[in-house]
């Protein structure tokens, strides 16, 4: 979306005065109409279920203990019966998403 050079990275231009217009204030993107939750229902809870409670596929409460990395590289390479979504989810998707998966390990 953001697009227009990249040479500079040294002070993002702040300079309004005011709130940022899609800032909650904690998480970089989450809660976006196309962030981790729509990826996962679109992608992912066909087999692990809306809220990730399982159905053919384990339950995302086995996930906790794994790592960011870990996720995305199920996501990316695929485990077992799970296919490999490599090239299928944009790379800014996947950080969504894995947050979004994390969330549902708790
Ligand atoms: C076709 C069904 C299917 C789809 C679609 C699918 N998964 Fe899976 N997933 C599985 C199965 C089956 C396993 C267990 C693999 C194994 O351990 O053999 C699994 C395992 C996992 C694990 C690891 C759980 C653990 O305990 O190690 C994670 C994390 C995961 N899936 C996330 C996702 C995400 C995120 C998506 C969407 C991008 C997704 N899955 C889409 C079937 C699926």
Redesign the pocket.
């Given at each position: 979306m953001v697009g227009a050079g990249c040479a500079d990275k040294g002070e993002a231009p702040v300079d309004g005065g005011g709130a940022p217009p899609s800032s909650p204030g904690g998480a970089p993107a989450a809660g976006g109409s196309s962030g981790g939750p729509a990826v996962?229902a679109q992608?992912?809870s066909?087999?692990?279920g809306p809220s990730g409670e399982g159905g053919?596929?384990?339950a995302?409460k086995?996930?906790a203990g794994?790592a960011d990395a870990d996720?995305k590289g199920?996501?990316e390479n695929g485990?077992?019966?799970?296919?490999s979504?490599a090239g299928k989810?944009a790379a800014d998707q996947l950080n969504g998403?894995v947050a979004h998966?994390k969330s549902l390990t708790k």
């Open positions: 996962f992608n992912c066909g087999c692990h053919s596929g384990p995302l086995a996930a794994l996720i199920i996501i485990k077992g019966r799970m296919p979504f989810i998403l998966v």
